[in-house]
């Protein structure tokens, strides 16, 4: 619990002086500034557990809010872009491994999992299993994550005009009391019963099936309020921060360093993708960026929504390249590492 306040207290004045010096994203970026930094020093901090899982699960909703009839028009114009992300993963693959292998000396199994654009926790959980390395797969996913969700709104401000001022929704007490309860419900069944029959980052898909349903059935006609959206970046902020206590110098030279080239790698692919889509007119400039982002799927709901962009766009291109990855990568991983092991 000492830790724990310790970590509050420092995402509280992170995001107070973000506030006051009037900086982009304070509740997002205010706590995994405050919790980075703290965490390279090697403060005593641990974090929220369950209750950053559960913040997740408003994004989730979020997400599903957003999921009504007129998406499914959409669709058939997504569809080209959307067939663009398996050759997106084929590419990073193809790109990654050798990369961490022979740049940065990691073993093939540690090597496939940490290039894979996947969902962290999956990411880790996969590679372990497999064999790699649970510490340094933690490492450079964490890091992939960091340097994309801090770069990323400056290229959405500098590089496409982007405001990241958008409402991000109401108050609470402007909601109508029934259809906050209802999200109450989605963000909680979806979550447990996501979790129950095993589905992949239930935290947000499970609220966020349940929540599409409840939209498209019209009982729900908004995102959450305000305050649960400001929740859910505060927490989000938090465990990007605190995934980086206990870092070694050792690690920072060669696991966090090898991330962080690795993030300049996927930028240009994912520039050259996201050129490809505004150059055919599949897509808005600030629409494909997001959308081909290789950062984290709950960090780039909260970047769709400040910035006023198409979140049905961008979140279907994101659970395709998240669906493909969980899927194919033990599989793709079992045919590299065979066919590496034959030619040893």
Request: glycine share 10%; net charge neutral; hydrophobic share 55%.
């Amino acid at each position: 619990m000492t830790k724990r306040a310790l970590t509050f207290g420092l995402a509280v004045l992170g995001t107070s002086v973000f506030w006051a010096l009037n900086l982009p994203l304070p509740f997002l970026f205010g706590p995994m500034s405050a919790c980075l930094i703290a965490a390279l020093a090697h403060a005593p901090m641990e974090g929220f557990g369950q209750v950053s899982v559960a913040a997740r699960t408003i994004l989730g909703v979020a997400v599903g809010a957003s999921i009504t009839p007129d998406l499914f028009v959409q669709l058939p114009k997504m569809a080209s872009s959307i067939l663009l992300v398996p050759f997106f993963i084929l590419l990073i693959a193809m790109v990654g491994v050798p990369f961490f292998r022979k740049v940065w000396g990691f073993d093939p199994k540690t090597a496939f999992y940490a290039a894979m654009p996947g969902g962290l926790q999956d990411m880790i959980i996969f590679g372990t299993e497999a064999g790699a390395n649970p510490r340094t797969l933690s490492l450079i996913h964490g890091t992939r994550v960091l340097i994309i969700v801090t770069l990323a709104p400056i290229f959405l401000t500098v590089f496409y005009d982007a405001d990241l001022t958008n409402p991000i929704g109401q108050p609470a007490r402007d909601l109508p009391i029934h259809e906050l309860a209802l999200m109450v419900v989605a963000a909680v069944i979806g979550w447990k019963g996501g979790e129950r029959i095993g589905l992949f980052g239930a935290s947000i898909l499970g609220p966020m099936i349940l929540t599409a349903a409840l939209s498209l059935g019209d009982f729900i006609h908004t995102r959450p309020p305000r305050e649960a959206i400001l929740a859910a970046q505060f927490f989000i902020g938090c465990a990007i921060g605190v995934k980086f206590v206990g870092v070694t110098w050792t690690e920072l030279r060669r696991v966090v360093a090898a991330g962080f080239t690795y993030v300049i790698v996927l930028a240009v692919l994912a520039a050259v993708f996201t050129a490809l889509v505004t150059t055919l007119g599949l897509g808005h400039p600030v629409e494909a960026f997001l959308a081909f982002a290789p950062g984290g799927q709950a960090e780039m709901t909260v970047l769709a929504i400040v910035s006023g962009a198409d979140l049905g766009f961008v979140i279907t291109h994101h659970l395709t390249r998240i669906v493909l990855v969980i899927i194919g990568a033990p599989i793709a991983a079992n045919l590299i590492l065979k066919g590496t092991q034959n030619r040893d």
